[in-house]
């Protein structure tokens, strides 16, 4: 019989991909989304997301509409499968949204993560791969950025500090209780979609995200792309980042799950490419994948933003046996696609 994963947040961008790669694995995803972000077609209970999942797989996909912020339904879903692990997506992430409300984001985020927590004790349940990301590393005192490199220092909003906050609170809960098998997976830039252009990311309003604005600017729902600066040190002084195709990062949560047995307490990992790449590059290479003129102007520096930030990837190869394998022009090319088959993203209703 395949095992139950916990997948919270299963309906968003990354989850989504994911549990496409688990039941390819031959796992059992059991999803739980509050579908704040999600959007449920007319008639339908389940999001669209996962609906396309089935499209893709040819599997039904176990959902149940859940907010982790309501420890009862939560436990409701522990008490009906018996879980071999949890992979936890679920989490409001917008960064703008983040300093401008951040009470809601610490409550939100953190207070789902204690609720999840509490019922994996609650029903013997350790091992848990965490949505983390490069933002916990703050203002990089080298590059390429590896484990090791301090994490907490510098980061300048409250989207970025929940999820510095939730590794110390997985850290603390290993160190105090031996049973904890945690891996903390610290996402660099994630772009691109399934091949098959049925599931990709899909903001609500304006993107915050490089790429998806690209892809907006592409197809004509924007006039105009804002570099946020060209005067960093970097070659050609736009922002430098790790882009890093979502699929590689799914398979990244696959070969996490594979290996969590191995982990003793708590354990981070980049999943990126190790290469960094310009804005400007960034743009250009969208520009050859879409066939589109990309227009942008030069823009004042995005508070809060960083020059260059990219990964060393090596620990997640030498000890999950996972790399990343496609390219730029890769992640552009099957962002182009979802953008193409799905305009306005998950929603037809939607104006362009
Ligand atoms: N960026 C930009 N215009 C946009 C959005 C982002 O020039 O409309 C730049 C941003 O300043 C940064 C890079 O693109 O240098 C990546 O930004 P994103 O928000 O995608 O990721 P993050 O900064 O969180 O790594």
Known sequence: MSEYILVTGGAGYIGSHTVVDLLENGFCPVVVDNCVNAIVAEGHKTPESIRRIETITGEKVIF??????????????FEKYKFSAIMHFAGLKSVNESVSNPMNYYEVNLGATINLIECMKAYNIFNIVFSSSATVYGIP?????????PVGNGITNPYGKTKYFIEEIFRDLAKAESQWKIILLRYFNPVGSHVSGL???DPQGPPNNLMPYVAQVAIGRRPILSIFGNDYDTPDGTGVRDFIHVVDLAKGHI??????????????????TGKGYSVLEAVEAFKEASNKDIPYKFAPRRLGDLGDVHADPTLAKKELNWTANWSLSRMCEDLWRWQTMNPTGYNPNEKI
């Open 64 to 77: 149940h509409n859940v907010d982790l912020c309501n420890k009862k339904d939560l436990e409701s879903i």
């Open 141 to 149: 005192e080298r590059l390429p950025i590896d484990e090791s490199h």
């Open 199 to 201: 599931i990709g990311e």
């Open 255 to 272: 070969s996490a799950l594979k290996h969590i047995n191995e982990v003793c307490g708590c354990k981070a990992y980049n999943l990126g």
